[in-house]
């Protein structure tokens, strides 16, 4: 018995499978069979009994088999943000890392009943924006195939192959959201800027560092008055055209809050690209074209401008290199505009004045060409062989899928993943059997273990707070040490839904006191540069704010018309007791008692202090650090010399 593979689905009955696992599902052998059995045909042959013929039918219609792996038919679904453990419509405050970590945004926004407030900076919502847009558009061009639904059956699903049978919380996966949740999700946002502090309610303070990682990407300092906080996340130290990573601003910090680290620890972005560049150039030579599925914004400027310099000295003059997005116009001239967001390099630039960007030379050239999508005017200024820079780097949606159909048979042509959150193996597998070469080149600027370990021992945090991911090495590298975090402390993991108590407590608050209330206050000086003063007062609490206030007096009786009675006497108000500070020395307190004639004195150390034992007047006297007490019976006038000698070294406030 053999499998039939069916041919690589068209961009009109594109599947999409959620990257979970980048294992491929073996073929399941009968005995006796001379070739492997189709997984769908297996399933039915299981799923016989539980369900009607009718059913199965059903789910046959979900359900795709592509050489020997299976996948479902239906429009794309987005997985959500987790929305059991918390009310997201209780979060007063979204901070907004980078343009990557906002696209579920709207789903937050316009569906949990969420009224806060969401911080970002401003290339972050603006390229963030474009992304949407594009994500949007794409999911527009997509047939308006019925959704598949049946498999997600909790009985079906555990039935299925993997990665399917896997999959998490798939009845809470949603559709593309439209623009106009887009714009109303996007008009909640709040522009911020580097170092710029934004209180918070009056309890903290939140203010956002450049990242490195990418145009306006950001970590956040989240601080009171006597605690800090640190969220790194998605952070880089290589020179790239973002500003660079601020240091400095994270040390001191309570707790730092580490994620977002390098999904490609082992894979080098500056080896990458040379292979990025030499396969790229390798394939032209033959005749072949290139397509490299991407990202609209991000790696994509560093691609270019490496290939910038790279066209030359390989003889690519003539190749056209084509950028072909919805948004591909506007990512590239935002990238020129947004001068103050880039490294120093790239912004003197702008000064001279010059394109901060090579790519901006490459379009003026014509080496380089944009189009909004590959119908109009692309079609008829194709040529090959060329390199085409498109998205969805998933290979489930977007133009990229039309090249894919066009080149996919020949293996003169040659596909380049160089971004990291898809595996390469789970994108290709709806294509197979595939002709073209394939090549993987991730390109993650993300800081590394290596990296990070050396940043932290910088800044020295008192705790940090990781995935447990990073606490152990990779399954498939467990020998690999160096691909883990090893820090001492050891920092405090935690995994998916899991709930921590930060290890700090807060132990003062800021109190603020007004001016004619601290002109009434007479400090006295306990010790040299240091004073202090007693003070009654009435403390106001409004939005976490503290302030004492002046004691109120009391309102004057309004006059009466009524027989007068006598008046009563106003409440005595005792002035308070004076403060005591100071410490009693030993030896200068033995010696005034021996010159007020007390001689017979047994002294005895303790934890606490000293035990004086008046022998004759049968007295004790416990001298403590903050306190002294005497214990004399029936012996008013001792007790009182003695009080009277213990106040003589302390200071009365």
Known sequence: MSSSSNPPPSCWTVDWTPPLSSTSCPFLWCTGSIGPVSPVRMWMCLMRGYRSEETLSVFVQELKECAGRVFVDSQPEFCLPERELLDLSTVDVILVSNYHCMMALPYITEHTGFTGTVYATEPTLQIGRLLMEELVNFMERVPKAQSATCWKNKEIQRMLPGPLKDAVDVWTWKRSYSMQEVNSALSKVQLVGYSQKVELFGAVQVSPLSSGYSLGSSNWIIQSHHEKVSYVSGSSLLTTHPQPMDQSSLKNSDVLILTGLTQMPTANPDGMLGEFCSNLAMTIRAGGNVLVPCYSSGVIYDLLECLYQFIDSANLGTTPFYFISPIANSSLEFSQIFAEWLCHNKQSKVYLPEPPFPHAELIQTNKLKHYSSIHGDFSSEFRQPCVVFTGHPSLRFGDVVHFMELWGKSSLNTIIFTEPDFSYL????????????????????????????????????????????????????????????????????????????????????????????????????????????????????????????????????????????????????????????????????????????????????????????????????????????????????????????????????
């Open 426 to 653: 789970d994108a290709l597998a709806p294509y197979q059997p595939l002709a073209m070469k394939c090549v993987y080149c991730p390109i993650d600027t993300r800081l590394n273990f290596h990296q990070v370990s050396k940043l932290l021992k910088e800044v020295q945090p008192l705790h940090v707070v990781c995935p447990e991911q990073y606490t152990q090495p990779p399954q498939s590298q467990s020998h690999r040490s160096d691909l883990m975090l090893e820090l001492h402390p050891p920092p405090m993991p935690y995994r998916r839904c899991s709930v921590l108590s930060l290890p700090f407590r807060r132990r003062y608050e800021r109190v603020y006191i007004l001016p004619e209330l601290a002109n009434s206050l007479v400090p006295s000086e306990i010790k040299p540069g240091v004073s202090l003063a007693t003070v009654s007062a009435v403390l106001h609490s409004k939005d976490n704010k503290h302030t004492l206030h002046s004691v109120p007096k009391p309102p004057p009786a309004p006059p009466s018309k009524k027989r007068k009675r006598v008046p009563e006497e106003p409440p005595v108000l005792l002035a308070p007791k004076p403060l005591l500070s100071g410490a009693v020395p030993l030896e200068a307190f033995l010696a005034t008692l021996q010159k007020h004639g007390i001689t017979e004195v047994k002294v005895e150390e303790t934890a606490d202090g000293h035990i004086l034992h008046l022998q004759a007047e049968d007295t004790l006297i416990q001298l403590e650090e903050d306190g002294t007490h005497i214990v004399c019976d029936n012996n008013e006038p001792l007790r009182t010399t003695l009080r009277d000698l213990v106040l003589r070294f302390l200071q009365k406030l």
